[in-house]
Nanobody, 127 residues
Framework: QVQLVESGGGLVQAGGSLRVSCTVSGRTLYIYAMGWFRRAPGKDREFVAATTWSGSSTYYGDSVKGRFTISRDNNQNTMYLQMNSLNPEDTAVYYC????????????????????WGQGTQVTVSS
């Protein structure tokens, strides 16, 4: 099994920055990809960003390209999401996720292909 624990969410003003983290534990040998999704009130879950386990390839949702950066720290089994130029539309619960099989570039953005999920961390951007 794999456990994912998010941290770092909070309240930030529009235009500000925030970094959320995801710590991975358990059978990490079988993780091939990790990602972030978010769910805003009354909206569907949305793909934010994803990375291969090695960190060599990264993918972003259209709404966050150029503002968010996903990264991995292999030594600490931690994944980060650096969020810059935040706006109120970024307000959501952010979920860390991991996949136990290799994913195509298209599948990286599809939540159905991920097997493990964290409990989520709230990010609120005030106007």
């Amino acid at each position: 099994q794999v456990q994912l624990v998010e941290s770092g969410g909070g309240l930030v003003q529009a235009g500000g920055s925030l970094r959320v983290s995801c710590t991975v534990s358990g059978r990490t040998l079988y993780i091939y990809a990790m990602g972030w999704f978010r769910r805003a009130p009354g909206k569907d879950r949305e793909f934010v960003a994803a990375t291969t386990w090695s960190g060599s390839s990264t993918y972003y949702g259209d709404s966050v390209k150029g503002r968010f950066t996903i990264s991995r720290d292999n030594n600490q089994n931690t994944m980060y999401l650096q969020m810059n130029s935040l706006n109120p539309e970024d307000t959501a619960v952010y979920y860390c996720t991991a996949a136990r099989s290799p994913l195509t570039s298209q599948e990286m953005g599809q939540s159905d292909h991920y097997n493990y999920w964290g409990q989520g961390t709230q990010v609120t951007v005030s106007s």
